[in-house]
């Protein structure tokens, strides 16, 4: 893939410093931990290695270290890749859904200030509804396991919190004796998936707010009155909830590779930034009310920002959840009892990237041998060396 024309480093080293004097007051902790570790990722502020070929002992230059942050642009492909590789031994060989759980956008003035809170509620409520749906004998009789990735962006990077669901297409009998094939081409009538989550949620947010849980603040102040609150639910509950069901993807290769497109996504990629002038940037966007047409969107630097940093989640918070027959106490045993009644063989686990920290991703350019560190420099160490190499 070739280099991005612009990356959101570059901006936040343009004009880090002008949005930092506009909105550090509103940050939290975490926002302004990934705010410098974005900026000087890749840089001799983080110190650096020497990688070394241990076969013909060629030596690269001086690579700056990453910063690793979760929602750093650039520093997400090995986490994925290890991800997935421990995800491959739980794939079934059989077709997977793809289901997705979408909140109304009048609730994000909520979400705003209860991050942790409202992504909790919306994991729960969303997995809930799948695996009481799937356990109702007159739609599927069966436990369901699933994966879930919370996404908190739509395409203009504005706040649209929604749950990606990779579902297995059936699940285990009550007695677990046998495999419960799905009776629809959607696996679960999408309808009654809606209106389950929808009361599911707002029960959720009725719960919170009556234990005073929900901070009303800033644009949600006024649903500090409980008649307002009361009202907005009413009124979402008369509306259509957005729950989107596509088809079995195919084999668990497809999945995997599926799945590799939404689990370690952050709110944009480098590659979607198309300019930046120092003021403005320019980015491609997916219209998805006009039919996923492609669309570019430039907008000042300090606002491009803010919508970025409206996406850092609390610390600790967990995004990839397994629930169902997948989730982490019955896993192994369940899975078991799934491939016995498949007849099938646990898949061979995928090559997994080298997690050893003495080890790079790159090859010798000269004998194709695995590159490994020789030496680890601290940005003191760095910022000598490249002033002997001016010199």
Known sequence: MSRPAVEV???????????????????????????????????????????????????????????????????????????????????????????????????????????????????????????????????????????????????NLLLHPHVHC???????????????????????????????????????????????????GGPASILADPKQFHRLLRRLHRQDWVVYAKPAFGGPTQVLRYLGRYTHRIAISNHRLLAFDGERVTFRWKDYAHGGKQRKMTLLATEFLRRFFLHVLPKGFVRIRHFGFLSNPCRASKLAACRKLLAIRPLEPLPSPNSSENTS?????????????????????VSRCSYFDSS
């Open 361 to 381: 991703t790159w090859h010798c350019p000269h004998c194709g041998a695995a590159m490994v560190v020789a030496q680890r420099l601290t940005a003191a160490e």
């Open 9 to 155: 480093a570059d901006i936040l080293r343009a004009q880090g410093n002008r949005f930092l004097d506009r909105y550090e007051k509103s940050f939290d902790f975490q926002q302004l931990k990934a705010f410098r570790a974005i900026q000087r990722c890749r840089t001799a502020a983080l110190g650096g290695h020497i990688d070394a070929c241990p076969r013909c002992g060629y030596q690269a230059a001086i690579s700056y270290n990453s910063c690793r942050n979760r929602h750093c642009p650039k520093c997400q492909t090995q986490a994925r890749e290890r991800w997935l590789a421990a995800r491959q031994r739980d794939l079934l060989t059989t077709g997977y859904f793809h289901v997705v759980f979408t909140v109304p956008h009048e609730l994000n003035v909520l979400a705003l200030d209860n991050q942790r809170l409202f992504y909790d509620l919306l994991f729960n409520a969303s997995a809930q509804t799948l695996l009481e749906v799937a356990a109702d004998p007159k739609h599927l009789g069966a436990e369901l396991g699933l994966i879930s990735i919370l996404h908190t962006w739509g395409q």
């Open 166 to 216: 990779a579902i297995p297409a059936g699940g285990l009998s009550p007695d677990h004796g046998r495999w419960v094939h799905p009776r629809y081409r959607f696996f679960l009538p999408v309808k009654v998936l809606s209106r389950v989550f929808r009361g599911k949620f707002c029960a959720g947010l009725k719960r919170l707010y009556r234990r005073k849980k929900l901070h009303c």
